[in-house]
């Protein structure tokens, strides 16, 4: 049965502390998980993750200059940090990016001096005494609304945001062009990257994911589909067009094929915790740069190299374009990316030994252990392997997240959320 394509999970994101998991969809909304509490009785049930808030976030809209329909897919959530008691995310569809505030009420205001209980008007020759109003406890409610709307800044479709260290400005990036913003003024960004040639029949490259350093509210680094990375410094000048370091392996060319250009583009970029390292994901594998050595990544990690004799196939069928995401844990020592087959890869930096997990109905029974799935290529297959042609390919995991501190990871297969944790003893 296949899903309805407006429940497809689009991003995830959990926020600073890990308390709340935001997921956003192809229809255009938000679904918030929060984690329970742990209690009393039950210590060992560490919280669950449960529906805290579900809200439309976009609608689908029409440019009618352009005579194009505007998707309300949710491309990109980002989390502030929370300030007070109240929570604020960043959703944004390919043209339009939403500050949400999200907060809750336990307690409603009563006796109003002008207005009965339902709320209409007295006559106000029937008001003889003052009533003080008092706040009554009621059923909690968590309540969605949004404080800021960020329009009308991009031309081409959004493909990233990222809200900066100094969490006063964020940015927001296109094919072609990265904007700042301050979160308090939406009429107008600041235009910080702009690759876009005077005439288009030029354009060898296009910016595939941005993301701002996580210390220093100077830097960013974004990615091309040339499979080159670019770090600037916002105190070089006010346009970053020239970058201060530009990341890029030489290609081997024994490997080159009609396909090198294809998959060498970056779909995903995401600096390390503490801000020494660089991760990339391209179509096979997963890289990591250290910020003081540009001419070749530190360390490279074959996600599904069995893949390499498929791409014919993959190219016919476009998954050969789908963009994978990748993430750190909280230490930085695992990196976590997806692959097809509901097939997820861990690769541990330390011991450098990885293992592929499946993200399925079939093994997700509560508090079950996931077992490490292989893949083989050719020849006699044992038991428990799966033949790289019977893999799903229309199963694909793009979208994962990492709890901040906790061995937590959020798997978005099509239409389900799978959240696995390391076992408790």
Not at 31 to 43: A, D, M, Y
Not at 187 to 209: C, G, R, Y
Not at 375 to 388: A, L, M, P, Q, W
Not at 402 to 407: G, L, R
Request: charged share 30%; proline share 4%; with cysteine.
């Amino acid at each position: 049965m296949k899903p309805f394509s407006a429940d497809i999970i689009s991003t995830v994101e959990f926020n600073h502390t890990g308390e709340l998991l935001a997921t956003g969809d192809k229809g255009g909304r938000v679904v918030i998980f929060q984690r329970e509490q742990e209690s009393k009785n039950q210590v060992h049930r560490r919280g669950e993750y449960n529906v805290y808030s579900t809200f439309q976030s976009h609608e689908p809209e029409f440019d009618y200059l352009k005579s194009l329909e505007i998707e309300e897919k949710i491309n990109k959530i980002r989390w502030l940090p929370q300030q007070n008691a109240a929570y604020f995310l960043l959703s944004t569809n390919d043209k339009t990016v939403k500050l949400w505030k999200v907060s809750e009420r336990d307690k409603r205001p009563e006796g109003y001096n002008l207005k009965d209980e339902e709320g209409r008007l007295r006559d106000p020759s029937t008001i003889t005494t003052l009533r003080v109003p008092v706040l009554r406890p009621m059923d909690l409610m968590v309540e969605a609304t949004p404080r800021r709307v960020f329009a009308n800044a991009h031309t081409y479709h959004i493909n990233s945001i990222s809200v900066n260290s100094d969490y006063e400005t964020y940015m927001s990036a296109d094919d072609l062009r990265i904007n700042l913003w301050n979160f308090e003024i939406t009429n107008q960004s600041f235009n910080i990257v702009d690759i876009k040639p005077a005439n288009m029949e030029e354009l060898t490259e296009v910016i595939t994911a941005a993301e701002f350093h996580p210390h220093h509210c100077n830097t960013f680094v974004y990615s091309s589909s040339k499979g080159t990375i670019r770090l600037c410094d916002m105190r070089a000048s006010a346009l970053c067009d020239r970058h201060t370091k530009f990341f890029e392996e030489p290609e081997d060319p024994s490997n080159r094929s009609f396909f090198s250009e294809i998959i060498s583009s970056i779909s995903d970029v995401k600096f390390s915790h503490s801000g020494r390292y660089i991760m990339t994901r391209d179509y096979l594998t997963v890289k990591v740069w250290d910020l003081n050595m540009e001419n070749r990544p530190i360390e490279t990690y074959q996600v599904h190299d069995y893949l390499r004799s498929k791409l014919c196939s993959l190219y016919e069928n476009d998954c050969i374009f789908d963009k994978f995401e990748c993430v750190w844990n909280g230490s930085d020592s695992v990196i976590m990316t997806g692959s097809y087959n509901n097939f997820f890869r861990m690769f541990d930096r330390n011991t450098k030994r990885d293992v592929t997990l499946e993200a399925s109905r079939e093994n997700s029974k509560p508090r079950a252990i996931l077992k490490p799935r292989k893949v083989c290529v050719g020849g006699k297959r044992r038991k428990d392997e799966i033949s790289v042609d019977s893999l799903d390919f229309s199963k694909k995991i793009l979208h994962t997240a990492w709890h901040p501190s906790e061995n937590i990871i959020a798997v978005a297969a099509t239409n389900n959320l799978y959240i696995f944790q390391d076992k408790v003893n």
